[in-house]
């Protein structure tokens, strides 16, 4: 350590705080929905919903693929789990259905820990089309249990002893909890010791193993968190709709979605998602009558982003002005903060021209988010 | 008795068929260690160009294969060149994720052109006709030329991967694609022609699997499993392994059968993860 030569770590930018404040009000404005004129819509919450649905998918996606460099073409297996868990717990079992959606949650995580003694057998490609094959194993098994309904599936009908208005804002309150806590929660994560082993591994998982990171058991740990998401997400949806069927509940269209949202928008970003689900429900939008068009084009939006910005749209947006709206990127900064920032290097403290070079170089090359 | 010994006769042959499907699947794993998500999609793709000659031109399916794995291979060797060989690098994220847009470019691309109605390829006699062993055995005729369609081309392509220069090329990129490059050999340019034998192949598979059953633009994801299933049972860097897994891919489907709809299916997976547990390298892995 040189003399004189003293920092923190920081990372909290302008834009960041900024971001800190209007996701707060943007979680206010969400909860009020229900009672707000116009928006509070039936349709309109049921849209939403759905959008909420998506996007904590996609979230829980990239924390295993984009971060975990896991890359599961199967998550539908555990969005089906979370669906027929409520069927069984709420239907059968009598529990509370707004109780058995987090429960959803729970039998999801606990069907990742299991099966993944048989998926982590593989790797790299491998281990997505392997989790494809774990959830058509679900599906068809799904489909021959004839007290959840076989292959035609079963309606979820201790709903109808809620009624209509006070079920759907039920549902469209822990569908906007479940977002925010996700969102929260990704922040909280990746800013601990468990996120910076994870962004470790994103970057490069023989140097993460190197520095001590205990590569297997992150990779289990993010792939149990991801499916309990997905469990919640799909106990969410099917309580929403009222219906689950093996067809619809461990459909691909889950994965497709999620994949699309995350590559368009980011991968290994968490501010890309975001981005991926503003464009993937505008276009659906903007494409309503096209039928299949609308995934032609998203799939070709897709591959042309892979192509010509791997990071995606908010990776070429954060490259070309450097915004960081998340607290999540550590920078060094000099005490004194006219070190870091002064263009030739020239600092109030007595070090060297040279040391305030390399300090800037800390502060300028590779980012840790 | 009989029964049995018949069950895993049509299960081998049907193998046959799905080893046509796996051959590619496991020569673009080994070369790229990359899963091509839009395998099973291509070769839909592919049935769907040999029925343009077939409807149009009055041509015999087994010969309209000609001209699509012609088509396929430049299909093949463009869409590496073109898209896949950007994505390549130290990651194999980007160009799996790419493969997976493909497969749903394709998937909606067919079904906007050719909507949902199922398709099959007409041979005629030789479709239904059958040779018969003993009282109560019959073998189909066009299962058991598929069967031996499916062990000549995987004789030739092993051939080719130990005696030409492009498998000596293959083989080296596969095992050290940057020494390779010091060596002449231009990564890229093996990575496509990987890609365009890989396709070529889907032009049999595709139409041989048009004339068995039908297809439907829904069918590539079922073909990919079981393309993946065969290549995984039988372990990597072998194509007799791949051969023999789709084998025991197909004779699982068939015993599954016995029990119903739907578990031909199901114990063709439950075999590919009983594999996983018990033997994850694959039956027949051959370390070179």
């Known amino acids: 350590m040189r003399e004189g030569l003293s920092y923190v770590i920081s990372r909290n930018t302008a834009a960041s705080n900024a971001a800190v404040w209007l996701g707060v009000a943007a979680a206010v404005v969400a909860l009020s929905v229900p009672w707000l004129p116009y928006v509070g819509t039936s349709g309109f919450m049921h849209w939403a919903v759905e959008v909420m649905c998506y996007l904590v998918l996609a979230q829980m996606w990239n924390l295993m693929a984009g971060y975990g460099g896991l890359m599961s073409v199967g998550i539908q297996a555990f969005v089906g789990i979370g669906g027929y868990s409520v069927i069984v717990f709420a239907q059968h079992l009598g529990v509370n259905p707004f109780l058995s959606i987090p429960i959803a949650g729970v039998m999801a995580a606990i069907a990742a820990v299991v099966t993944s003694v048989l998926v982590f057998r593989m790797r790299g490609g491998y281990f997505a089309i392997g989790t494809w094959v774990l959830a058509e194993v679900f599906r068809i098994a799904f489909s021959n249990v004839s007290v959840l309904g076989g292959g035609s599936g079963q309606s979820l009908t201790v709903m109808t002893r809620f009624d209509r208005s006070t079920r759907e804002i039920a549902i469209y309150l822990i569908a906007a909890a479940a977002l925010i806590i996700a969102s929260v929660g990704i922040n909280l994560l990746l800013r601990s010791r468990f996120g910076l082993g994870l962004t470790a591994l994103r970057d490069s998982e023989a140097a993460a193993e190197s520095q001590g990171v205990d590569v297997r058991s992150l990779k289990l740990q993010v792939y149990t968190l991801a499916s309990f998401g997905a469990g919640v997400v799909g106990g969410i949806y099917y309580t929403s709709i009222l219906r689950v069927s093996p067809a619809a509940a461990f459909d691909q269209n889950w994965v497709v979605a999620a994949i699309f949202i995350v590559v368009i928008g980011g991968i290994g970003t968490v501010e890309g998602p975001i981005v991926g689900a503003a464009i993937f429900f505008a276009l659906r939008w903007a494409l309503a009558d096209y039928g299949a068009w609308y995934w032609l084009i998203m799939g070709a939006l897709a591959v042309v982003t892979i192509m010509f910005a791997p990071t995606g749209l908010w990776g070429f947006v954060r490259a070309r002005w450097d915004i960081q709206l998340l607290p999540l990127q550590r920078r060094l900064v000099l005490e004194g903060q006219a070190r870091a920032d002064a263009p030739d290097g020239r600092a109030d403290e007595p070090t060297t021209r040279n040391d305030s070079r390399q300090a800037r170089g800390a502060v300028r090359t590779r980012p840790m988010s | ?288």
């Not at chain 2, 009055?58 to 088509?71: D, E, G, K, R, S």
Request: proline share 3%; glycine share 12%.
């Open chain 2, 1 to 288: 008795m009989i029964e049995i010994v018949d069950t895993i006769i049509q299960g081998v042959l049907l193998g046959g068929l799905y080893a046509l499907f796996a051959i590619g699947l496991s020569i673009t794993y080994g070369v790229m260690r990359v899963v091509n998500i839009a395998h099973g999609d291509f070769m839909v793709l592919a049935a769907y160009l040999a029925l343009w000659p077939v409807t149009h031109l009055n041509m015999h399916p087994f010969v309209a294969i000609v001209p699509t794995a012609v088509l396929m291979f430049c299909l093949g060797y463009t869409v590496q060149r073109v898209v896949l060989n950007r994505t390549m690098g130290p990651n194999f994220l980007a160009p799996m994720l790419a493969t997976f847009g493909m497969s749903i470019i394709l998937r909606n691309g067919l079904q906007q052109v050719y909507h949902a109605d199922s398709r099959s390829f007409q041979i005629g006699g030789l479709g239904t006709d059958s040779i018969h062993l003993g009282e109560s055995l019959a073998v189909g005729k066009f299962p058991l030329i598929v069967f031996v369609v499916s062990v000549i081309l995987v004789f030739l392509t092993s051939q080719l991967f130990t005696s030409t220069r492009i498998g000596v090329a293959l083989r080296a990129t596969s095992d050290d694609a940057e020494t390779a490059g010091l060596m002449g050999i231009r990564a890229s340019r093996t990575y496509a022609i990987a890609l365009a034998i890989s396709f070529a192949l889907l032009a049999v598979g595709g139409v041989f699997a048009g004339i068995r059953t039908t297809f439907t633009p829904e069918s590539g994801p079922a073909t990919l499993l079981y393309a993946f299933e065969a290549v995984v049972i039988g372990g990597m860097g072998s194509l007799w392994g791949t051969f023999a897994g789709a084998i025991i891919l197909g004779v699982a489907q068939g015993m599954g059968a016995q029990f119903g709809a739907g578990f031909g299916v199901l114990a063709g997976h439950l075999v590919f993860l009983a594999v996983l547990a018990f033997k994850p390298t694959g039956l027949f892995e051959r370390t070179v």
